[in-house]
């Protein structure tokens, strides 16, 4: 019997399992369902195994917010920046940044979605951080906007 014919026969709720002993190693295996290791985990084509599951959210991500301060009324600028501590930031990480549509005692909804700010984050520093970079496309901004970001 080959694994394409293996199948539920729908007389019954319960799945069917195959048990493998061997596989041709340039052959191909295809599941259309859950693969389960009972030992020894799963070997990747880099050499690689993994013998548990990721414990991290979110595939591993780091989640946070920060405020990035425009200035007051009468001192308001079109840009600024922030600096984000981050210790376990690495070189190669990916960082991605947000406006938080959150009103606040600065900004209400219509603040937020009409004049949004465009964020950039960058200068990632291992070991150190990063910086999230805001501006306002047209005109200036003020006062102090909720800013999410994660780190991957």
Known sequence: M????LSNSGSSS??????????TPDGTLKQNGLIHSTSGG??????TTQTTASSGAGGGATYGTTTLNMGT??????SASVDVSAVSILSTSIVNCWLIIE????HDFDDLINDPIELKCGKIVAGT????????PVGTAWGNYKI?????
């Open 73 to 78: 009324i009468g001192t308001s600028t079109n």
């Open 103 to 106: 009103e606040t005692a600065d």
């Open 129 to 136: 951080g990063f910086t999230i970079y805001g501006k306002m």
């Open 42 to 47: 799963f070997k990747f084509p880099d050499g």
């Open 148 to 152: 999410g970001y994660s780190i991957a």
């Open 14 to 23: 319960a799945p069917t399992y195959a048990t493998l002993q061997s596989i």
């Open 2 to 5: 080959d694994l394409e014919s």
